[in-house]
Structures are given as C-alpha cells and as structure tokens.
C-alpha cells in the first residue's frame, strides 16, 4: 500500500476566498482522486487527475470551482475556489494501486467555511 | 448506472461476538470489484477487504470475511471476534472493471454503516 499524505489537515476559511489542498505520495502512482465527504455522508468523487492530462471531472463538478493540479507522479493539489458555506466537507485523495483495483487514501482535509 | 446501498445506518455488537453488515448493489455489469471500507473516527479510510466479481469464493482477511452472492447483487461483511478498535464507519464500494489499460478508478460508495462494539 501507498502512504499519503494531506495538507492541511483541517482549515477554517471565511466566505469567498479559496483553498488549496496537497496530497503528496510516498511512491509514483499513475491514478490520483479526489473526494468529497460531506458532514455524516458518504464520499463523492470529484474528480481523477492522471499525470500528464487534464484532471477529469464528474457530474456536478467543475473545474472553475476545483480546480487540480498534477505535476508529477507523487503529487496533487485540489482547489476548493470562491468557498462557501455548502463547500464544508472533509476532501480527501486517493491513489490507485496496481491496476487501480484498490485505492488507498489520504486522512483528509476538514474544511469549515464561515 | 451503478448503485451502492446499505441499509443499516447504525449497528451495535458487544465485544467477542459477530456482526454482519449488508450491502447491495445494482449495475449491469458482469465485470466488477467490491469493497469494503473502514473509517474510525480519526476519519483515515482503510481498505478491510475486496473482492472480485469474477471469484466465485469469498475473500477473507483475518476477522473479515464476505458472502458475495453476485445472482443477489449482496456483498455482506462478516466481523468475527469484535474488537474495540472495529468501532467504525463502514463503507460498501463499487469499481467497474474497464478493460482498457488500466482502470477508471472510480468508487461508487454506500451511505455507510456506523458499527459501534461495545465493551
């Protein structure tokens, strides 16, 4: 398995500005993800950002409003732009193993928006 | 499209005994992987156990086993000799298979069952 890490662990931001989350990866994966994980939900897929492409994205999510980098093979960020009070959730990202049949994840970034 | 539904919100075991949380999934798939997850309050996903719909056997990890009855679409997670440190949100996901190079990634979670052990 994959040791990830996440920064920040947790952020409180007021209103309308923007936060970016790092996801850094001990080893070189090809797959990296994004979730959300909305207050006592389940997780949601943002998006999947492969390095070397442009991150994609799922229904309900756009890049104006996450944004992703992947510069490399062990690294991502997530944008979480023009917050609002709706976009506190934990974020977190994964990374495929393998064929990507198993997916480790990161501890999360608890963001509170005010 | 692929659906993923538990539909214990909350269960409770005492300490030593077992416990069986359910799952169901719909999808027209014949292709798949099924997953279960564990997040502890620390909120830090674990992977427990997967599962290969092509297997006709069901996996087992140590304390953790499934019952995957792909006719039913059911992926049940049996927790034998409960521990305190089961004490956990559990999640039931679905990856379809992509028979391209590599694969999509994508996991399709349940709304997650809360178990609670008790000493």
């Known amino acids: 398995s994959a040791v990830i890490s996440q920064k920040p662990s947790r952020d409180i931001c007021q209103r309308g500005t923007s936060l970016t989350i790092q996801c850094q990866v001990d080893?070189?994966?090809?797959?990296m993800f994004w979730y959300r994980q909305q207050p006592g939900q389940s997780l949601t897929l943002i998006a999947t950002a492969n390095q070397g492409s442009e991150a994609t994205y799922e229904s309900g999510f756009v890049i104006d409003k996450f944004p992703i980098s992947r510069p490399n093979l062990t690294f991502s960020t997530l944008t979480v732009s023009n917050m609002s009070p709706e976009d506190s959730s934990i974020y977190l990202c994964?990374?495929?193993?393998?064929?990507?049949?198993?997916?480790?994840f990161g501890p999360g970034t608890r963001l509170t928006v005010t | 499209a692929q659906t993923v539904t538990q539909s214990q919100p909350e269960m409770s075991v005492q300490e030593a005994e077992t416990v069986t949380l359910s799952c169901t999934y719909d999808?027209?798939?014949?292709?798949?992987?099924l997953f279960w997850y564990k997040q502890p309050p620390s909120r830090q996903m674990i992977l427990v156990i997967r599962q290969e719909a092509y297997k006709q056997q069901n996996a087992t990890e140590n304390r953790f086993s499934v019952n995957f009855q792909k006719a039913a679409k059911s992926f049940s997670l049996k927790i034998s000799d409960s521990q305190l440190g089961d004490t956990a949100m559990y999640f039931c996901?679905?990856?379809?298979?992509?028979?391209?190079?590599?694969?999509?990634?994508?996991?399709?979670f349940g709304q997650g069952t809360t178990l609670q052990v008790k000493p």
């Open positions: 996901a679905f990856m379809k298979h992509w028979s391209g190079s590599g694969n999509t990634g994508k996991l399709i």
């Open positions: 080893s070189q994966v090809t797959m």
């Open positions: 999808t027209s798939e014949n292709n798949y992987y």
């Open positions: 994964s990374v495929g193993a393998g064929y990507g049949y198993e997916q480790y």
